[in-house]
């Protein structure tokens, strides 16, 4: 079985610019979650998609937004990329929004803002 | 509200001792618990998980919790280290009766470094 799968691995913007990171969740999971972990900062959440509605978000600036595709993957964009933009982004899937599920992690998108 | 406290930010063990990391919660409901690691560039694994039932939970590579009430804690132990066990450790709770705004809730993380 195919694993939380991330992409780009690596992505190097400038100030200004704006990024997109694409995740896509285990087979027959719903719900997708978007974690930062800049460095020093730890994880913080920044938004949960389930069935294709954002259920949830995180205290982020509306800069970072995404969405949720019929196939359930995702992607999150953010704009007006600012330094301190410059994390790991980590994607994780979960078979529903609700109860105590496991969330699976993807490897992580490296977003570096120069 | 939820929160999570992982009590120390950095832990160095030796080669084939003990490992304890320590972690405290808080939660208006009954909590989920879990205990996550992370190796250097790599995504989170789950170790294990409290989900009300038994209180001491074993989970993969030789750790374990316990889930202890009355002191709102949740520490993480293995009886002997191995050199592979090096990564940061995140502890996580997560409150089964919230709907809507549901979510997880992540520790700072313990830095876990074995020495030879």
């Known amino acids: 079985e195919a694993g939380v799968t991330q992409s780009p691995t690596h992505l190097i913007k400038t100030r200004g610019q704006q990024a997109t990171l694409r995740c896509s969740p285990i087979?027959?999971?719903?719900?997708v979650y978007w974690y930062q972990q800049a460095l020093g900062l730890g994880l913080q959440f920044l938004l949960w998609y389930d069935e294709g509605e954002e259920r949830n978000r995180g205290n982020f600036p509306p800069r970072f937004s995404g969405r949720q595709f019929p196939n359930y993957s995702s992607e999150l964009n953010v704009n007006a990329l600012e330094l301190e933009d410059s994390a790991l982004y980590l994607c994780?899937?979960?078979?529903?929004?609700?109860?105590?599920?496991?969330?699976?992690f993807g490897a992580g998108s490296r977003l570096t803002v120069l | 509200a939820q929160s999570v406290t992982q009590l120390d930010s950095h832990v160095s063990v030796s080669e084939g001792t003990p490992v304890l990391l320590r972690c405290n919660y808080s939660s208006s409901y009954s909590p989920s618990l879990f205990w996550y690691v992370q190796h250097p560039n790599k995504g989170l694994q789950l170790l294990l998980k409290y989900t009300s039932a038994a209180t001491l939970v074993k989970g993969i590579n030789g750790f374990e919790a316990e889930f202890k009430k009355s002191e709102t804690s949740f520490h993480l132990t293995k009886p002997s280290a191995h050199m592979s066990d090096a990564a940061e450790y995140f502890c996580v709770v997560s409150d089964v009766r919230t709907s809507g705004t549901y979510k997880y809730i992540f520790g700072t993380g313990t830095r876990l470094k074995v020495l030879a």
């Open positions: 087979s027959g999971h719903t719900s």
């Open positions: 994780a899937s979960s078979p529903t929004g609700a109860g105590a599920n496991v969330l699976t």
